[in-house]
């Protein structure tokens, strides 16, 4: 008997291994293959570079005095582990901040604070940026009923391309060569942030053409693209927009029969398309005039309407509705006593709400938009493209 059961124990054995379902297999080396890539981020960029606007800005807006004494309220309300004011549009940390967290470096100072250490890299987003000029909005009276969130002349994205471009000269590059200055410049991430959302909030209602807006805002993106590539940069990241129809400001104006299945904004969200379907035509055409750089594309819409999706997997409760504001309406929104202002209060818990105040995103989307963006393919090429190539490692 025991010799029968030496035999066949070796057979019962392999038997069972062959009935494991290979995707068991397959899943445990690929977790284990994509933990040791995201690990590999680690060291591959030694600084960040960043343009943008709120969804973006560490603190710009907040130097310059572009907003109302109410943003300090807004600060106020936040919950974030910073254990001090961010001087973000959020209860916390932004995707730049995910991705300095994801590459090991320190949280990107804003540009206008002269005090902070620029070793790592520098932001030069600006909340409320737009592609439309200041005088612009002053002498065709656009975005009057927003004069709550920015100052009645915002600051034009070309401010951003002019601190760079000053930054680079006075800073980065002092006492170099041009070729000494462009490779050091060659080995920066550059991330440009979400740029247009601005534009098309101010003009909601206006007579301005959409079509013409998304041309002078996506004009806009391409000129700091290109100016960075002319500095020598070769390692970029270029955000799309998010589906600006999805947040309760928008949703405030909109009539239910222009709702999407996803409970959004249809018109808004077909402009926003619209606008990213004519950046990647132009990030396209710019690659073919640049070699030996990597520009990729952020897909934020989509990225943004895959939690909206599947809310539970994200543990989201609120998709809508903000978590700073007055307590009352649908939407806990109100155009006219924004989050900050007396009479505003947070809600207990920001995590379950993808909205932080109507317009800007809680810590919490903002954590898994980057992980999205960084691990899960919402990127495109992949993130992973970028940093193999930083790392000369060959690719498929």
């Given at each position: 008997?025991?010799?029968?059961?030496?035999?066949?124990?070796?057979?019962?054995?392999?038997?069972?291994?062959?009935?494991?379902?290979?995707?068991?297999?397959?899943?445990?080396?690929?977790?284990?293959?994509?933990?040791?890539?995201?690990?590999?981020?680690?060291?591959?960029?030694?600084?960040?570079?960043?343009?943008?606007?709120?969804?973006?800005?560490?603190?710009?807006?907040?130097?310059?005095?572009?907003?109302?004494?109410?943003?300090?309220?807004?600060?106020?309300?936040?919950?974030?582990?910073?254990?001090?004011?961010?001087?973000?549009?959020?209860?916390?940390?932004?995707?730049?901040?995910?991705?300095?967290?994801?590459?090991?470096?320190?949280?990107?100072?804003?540009?206008?604070?002269?005090?902070?250490?620029?070793?790592?890299?520098?932001n030069f987003a600006i909340a409320?940026?737009?592609?439309?000029?200041?005088?612009?909005?002053?002498?065709?009276?656009?975005?009057?009923?927003?004069?709550?969130?920015?100052?009645?002349?915002?600051?034009?994205?070309?401010?951003?391309?002019?601190?760079?471009?000053?930054?680079?000269?006075?800073?980065?590059?002092?006492?170099?060569?041009?070729?000494?200055?462009?490779?050091?410049?060659?080995?920066?991430?550059?991330?440009?942030?979400?740029?247009?959302?601005?534009?098309?909030?101010?003009?909601?209602?206006?007579?301005?053409?959409?079509?013409?807006?998304?041309?002078?805002?996506?004009?806009?993106?391409?000129?700091?693209?290109?100016?960075?590539?002319?500095?020598?940069?070769?390692?970029?990241?270029?955000?799309?927009?998010?589906?600006?129809?999805?947040?309760?400001?928008?949703?405030?104006?909109?009539?239910?029969?222009?709702?999407?299945?996803?409970?959004?904004?249809?018109?808004?969200?077909?402009?926003?398309?619209?606008?990213?379907?004519?950046?990647?035509k132009k990030i396209a055409e710019?690659?073919?005039?640049?070699?030996?750089?990597?520009?990729?594309?952020?897909?934020?819409?989509?990225?943004?309407?895959?939690?909206?999706?599947?809310?539970?997997?994200?543990?989201?409760?609120?998709?809508?509705?903000?978590?700073?504001?007055?307590?009352?309406?649908?939407?806990?929104?109100?155009?006219?006593?924004?989050?900050?202002?007396?009479?505003?209060?947070?809600?207990?818990?920001?995590?379950?709400?993808?909205?932080?105040?109507?317009?800007?995103?809680?810590?919490?989307?903002h954590q898994h938009l980057a992980?999205?963006?960084?691990?899960?393919?919402?990127?495109?090429?992949?993130?992973?493209?970028?940093?193999?190539?930083?790392?000369?490692?060959?690719?498929?």
């Amino acid at each position: 008997m025991a010799q029968f059961n030496n035999f066949f124990l070796p057979i019962a054995l392999f038997i069972l291994f062959l009935s494991i379902p290979p995707s068991c297999a397959h899943n445990k080396t690929h977790n284990s293959t994509t933990s040791q890539q995201h690990d590999s981020y680690k060291g591959c960029f030694s600084k960040i570079y960043a343009f943008g606007d709120s969804f973006t800005d560490t603190g710009n807006a907040n130097f310059l005095g572009g907003f109302k004494s109410f943003f300090e309220g807004i600060i106020s309300h936040s919950s974030s582990g910073f254990n001090k004011p961010t001087n973000r549009l959020s209860n916390g940390r932004l995707v730049i901040d995910f991705l300095s967290e994801t590459l090991s470096l320190p949280y990107l100072p804003p540009y206008k604070d002269t005090s902070s250490n620029f070793s790592s890299g520098v932001n030069f987003a600006i909340a409320g940026s737009t592609s439309l000029s200041g005088e612009h909005f002053i002498n065709f009276r656009l975005g009057h009923g927003h004069d709550l969130w920015w100052k009645t002349m915002p600051e034009n994205f070309q401010t951003q391309i002019n601190w760079f471009s000053k930054f680079i000269g006075e800073v980065e590059c002092k006492g170099k060569d041009e070729k000494s200055c462009k490779t050091d410049v060659g080995n920066g991430l550059f991330w440009i942030g979400d740029m247009g959302m601005s534009d098309y909030i101010r003009t909601f209602g206006s007579s301005i053409s959409a079509r013409w807006l998304s041309e002078i805002a996506v004009g806009h993106v391409c000129n700091v693209l290109k100016t960075v590539l002319n500095k020598g940069g070769k390692y970029i990241v270029v955000q799309g927009l998010p589906p600006a129809g999805c947040l309760a400001v928008d949703l405030l104006h909109c009539p239910l029969t222009d709702r999407d299945h996803m409970g959004c904004s249809a018109r808004a969200n077909s402009i926003i398309t619209a606008h990213n379907e004519l950046l990647l035509k132009k990030i396209a055409e710019i690659e073919k005039q640049y070699s030996g750089c990597v520009i990729i594309y952020a897909d934020y819409f989509n990225a943004y309407r895959a939690i909206l999706a599947n809310l539970s997997k994200y543990h989201f409760e609120e998709p809508f509705k903000a978590c700073c504001g007055t307590g009352h309406g649908e939407f806990n929104c109100d155009s006219n006593q924004m989050c900050g202002l007396s009479g505003t209060s947070a809600c207990k818990d920001p995590s379950k709400y993808i909205s932080w105040d109507g317009l800007h995103l809680t810590e919490a989307m903002h954590q898994h938009l980057a992980d999205l963006f960084f691990k899960q393919g919402f990127c495109k090429p992949s993130f992973d493209v970028l940093i193999k190539s930083k790392m000369g490692a060959s690719y498929k």
